[in-house]
Nanobody
């Protein structure tokens, strides 16, 4: 099938930076939207940023100007550069992708297992 594997999470101080990566693998024909969501303890999962295959980006208001999403379509990879991190950015960050698999016309949504980002005050 298709797997999404995140990396790059960790512990950082307030004001610091981290860069998350997510690589998709498997029987992939094409990835449409690909991006990041996050879930803080006791909270619902929320959108952080997504990017279309054509490069159009969509950001949550809470992270605009601090986070930047980018993609490498040839490598089925999406990145999230996070700057000026704040304690409220602490969450598990999940990769998400809308994938058309080889041999199928259906678009299937996939999730990674998540990577923890902790911002200390």
């Amino acid at each position: 099938q298709v797997q999404l594997v995140e990396s790059g999470g960790g512990l950082v101080q307030t004001g610091g930076s981290l860069r998350l990566s997510c690589a998709a693998s498997g029987i992939i024909y094409r990835i449409n939207d690909m991006g990041w969501y996050r879930q803080a303890p006791g909270e619902q999962r929320e959108l952080v940023a997504t990017m279309s295959s054509g490069g159009s980006a969509n950001y949550a208001d809470s992270i605009k100007g601090r986070f930047t999403i980018s993609r490498d379509n040839a490598r089925n990879t999406v990145f999230l550069q996070m700057n000026s991190l704040q304690p409220e950015d602490t969450a598990v960050y999940y990769c998400n992708a809308d994938v058309r698999r080889i041999g199928s016309s259906a678009i299937v949504n996939y999730w990674g297992k998540g990577t923890l980002v902790t911002v200390s005050s």
